[in-house]
C-alpha cells in the first residue's frame, strides 16, 4: 500500500514538474542539425532588429533635442521604452528557435547554469556581435550625418563618473537581467507558479526598460556587450574604445553573479531543504 501511494506521488510529480537534463559541453551532432544554425540566424536577425530600432531612436532623440533647451523629442523614458519593448517583441518571437538571448551576457549566464552548450553559446555570441555590427551600419547608412553627429549610438561613461562607477553599473544592471532572465524560463518557477500566467518575456522587456532608466545618465547603459560593441565598431572614435571595456567586463561579471546566486542559492537551497528539485511530501 505504501508503494503504491510513493508511486502515484511520484508520477504526479513528474507530471507537474520535470528537470531536464544539462547541455554538454560539446554535441557533435549539434553541428549536424539544422535547428542549430537556424537558432544561430535568429539571434543575428533579432539583434540587427534590436541595434537598428534602438540606435535609431537615440540618435532621433539627440537630432530632436539639439538645440533645444526644453527638451523634446521621447526623453530618457522613450529611449528606455525602445530597449525594453524591443526586447519583449524580439524575445517573445525568437524564444521557441534560439531562446531569444539577443546579448552575450545572457548567453553567458546560461551557459553557468548549463542552459546552452559551449559551441552554442560561442556561435550565439559571435551572431549577435555580427548582428549588433550589422544593426548599427544600417542605421549609419541611412542617416550618415546624424550618426557621427550625435556619436553613432555608442555607450560612453558620462563625464563626472569614475570608471569604477561605470563598471559597478553595468555589473548590477546585468545581474538584474539575467536574473530575470533565469528566473522567468526556470522550469520549476514555472511549475510552481503555474496558476499564474507570466508571460517569460515580459519580465525580461520590463528589466530592461528599468535597468536603462536607472543607468541611461551613467553609462548610456550597455548591460549588452553586443550592443556596445555594435555601434563603437561603426563609430570607431578613440572615446569609445577607451571605454569598451567597461561594457564587456561589466555585463559578464554581472551575469556570472546572478548565475550563481540563481542556480547555488536559490536552487541548492530548496534541494537541500526538500531533497529533490520535485515537491514530494512525505506521510
Known amino acids: 500500500m505504501k508503494k503504491d501511494i510513493e508511486s502515484r506521488t511520484d508520477e504526479s510529480s513528474h507530471k ?26 535568429a539571434e543575428f536577425i533579432s539583434t540587427l532588429l534590436f541595434l537598428y530600432v534602438t540606435i535609431l531612436t537615440v540618435i532621433g532623440y539627440k537630432n530632436q533635442t539639439a538645440g533645444d533647451k ?3 523629442g521621447v526623453g530618457i523614458l522613450g529611449i528606455a521604452w525602445a530597449f525594453g519593448g524591443m526586447i519583449f ?6 524564444a521557441g ?6 546579448n552575450p551576457a545572457v548567453t553567458f549566464g546560461l551557459f553557468l547554469v548549463r542552459k546552452v552548450s559551449l559551441v552554442r553559446a560561442v556561435s550565439y555570441m559571435v551572431a549577435q556581435c555580427v548582428g549588433a555590427i550589422s544593426g548599427a551600419a544600417l542605421v549609419k547608412g541611412f542617416q550618415k550625418a546624424h550618426y557621427n553627429r550625435f556619436g553613432g549610438g555608442a555607450n560612453l561613461l558620462a563625464d563626472g563618473y569614475s570608471k569604477g562607477t561605470g563598471l559597478a553599473t553595468e555589473i548590477i544592471g546585468t545581474l538584474v537581467l539575467v536574473y530575470t532572465v533565469l528566473s522567468a524560463t ?7 507558479d503555474s496558476h499564474i500566467p507570466v508571460l517569460a518575456p515580459l519580465p525580461i522587456g520590463f528589466a530592461v526598460f528599468l535597468v536603462h532608466l536607472a543607468t541611461i545618465p551613467i553609462t548610456g547603459t550597455g548591460i549588452n556587450p553586443a550592443r556596445s560593441f555594435g555601434p563603437a565598431v561603426m563609430y570607431n572614435r578613440e572615446k569609445v574604445w577607451d571605454d569598451q571595456w567597461i561594457f564587456w ?3 559578464f561579471i554581472g551575469a556570472a553573479i546572478a548565475a550563481f546566486y540563481h542556480q547555488f542559492i536559490l536552487r541548492a537551497a530548496a534541494v537541500k531543504a526538500f ?6 511530501h512525505h506521510t
Open 249 to 251: 567586463v561589466g555585463p
Open 97 to 102: 528557435i534560439s531562446g531569444g538571448h539577443i
Open 89 to 94: 517583441v524580439l524575445v517573445y518571437c525568437t
Open 16 to 41: 507537474d514538474y520535470y528537470e531536464p537534463p544539462p547541455a554538454p559541453l560539446y554535441d557533435p551532432l549539434e553541428l549536424r542539425k539544422w535547428s542549430f544554425y537556424r537558432a544561430i540566424i
Open 275 to 280: 531533497g529533490s528539485f520535485r515537491s514530494i
Open 186 to 192: 526556470d522550469n520549476k518557477r514555472r511549475a510552481r
Open 70 to 72: 526644453c527638451g523634446g
